[in-house]
């Protein structure tokens, strides 16, 4: 790895904390219907204002060691756990990508990932607002970015969601609608690599879903939010969906 690359990949790591903090506020504020932009980042205990000092990404959390400066409340592990995942993901897209225009691309789409799954994880909602522009802004960088193929990621979409809406018809109460939209955005984006993505989705879906309930923590009849799995699947493959599918196709095809 050259200096440039060295300097550039720290950079994707700031910038991934920088918009990790930010996706701590939609996260927060967008099931809530209150303005994104302002005002700034407040505590959610006391409403005080965070000082610009302590508003780092990861460092501001631990400087405060977890606790607002006015009013002593605890302040969630996930803030700081929001801003490290963005800022690795975001390093791992340029390592994958390195200096080319997907890059900022698949940015997007990964935090836009991140925000559906917290959201779903506390409201059992996948926001319209996410994933209906994501899914037309989705298209459209996926046709400008690789026009060629540009079917191939209206199949994609129409596929995935249409594959959804189907087991949401035969098992009810399983997809939601949500999950639907979800997967569009998904294949409008990956193309034929959301294959790679429902696969990983169900499979981490399965296991953390017996996980959950032989620890007790979820009864079998209990509804179990399938957005944070699209999302886990959705991330894989954007980062790794080519080669694994390439792979595949190689070895067993
Ligand atoms: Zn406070």
């Avoid at 690789?146 to 079917?151: H, I």
């Amino acid at each position: 790895m050259s200096g440039l690359d060295l300097y550039l990949a720290a950079c994707s790591m700031l910038a991934g904390g920088v918009v990790g903090s930010f996706l701590n506020v939609v996260i927060h504020r967008l099931p809530m219907k209150q303005s994104i932009v302002s005002p700034g980042s407040r505590c959610p205990e006391c409403g005080h204002g965070i000082r610009r000092r302590h508003n780092i990404p990861v460092l501001g959390w631990l400087m405060l060691k977890g606790r607002c400066h006015d009013c002593d409340a605890a302040i969630s592990l996930r803030y700081p756990g929001v801003e490290a995942l963005t800022a690795l993901l975001f390093l791992a897209s340029f390592l994958v990508y390195g200096v080319q225009p997907r890059t900022p691309f698949v940015w997007t789409f990964l935090a836009a990932l991140i925000v559906v799954a917290f959201i779903d994880i506390d409201h059992r909602i996948i926001p319209n607002k996410i994933v209906v522009p994501g899914s037309v802004i989705g298209f459209g960088a996926s046709v400008a970015l690789d026009p060629a193929r540009w079917w191939q990621y209206l199949v994609a979409g129409l596929g995935a969601s249409g594959f959804l809406l189907l087991l949401g018809m035969i098992w009810r109460g399983g997809m939601g609608m949500g999950d639907v939209k979800m997967a569009l955005m998904m294949g409008c984006v990956l193309g034929s690599s959301v294959i790679v993505a429902l696969f990983a989705s169900f499979l981490i879906g399965g296991i953390g879903g017996a996980l959950l309930i032989a620890t007790g923590l979820r009864g079998r009849r209990d509804r179990v939010p399938f957005g944070p799995y699209l999302s886990i699947g959705g991330g894989f493959a954007a980062l790794a969906g080519a080669p694994v599918l390439e792979w595949y196709v190689r070895s067993f095809l």
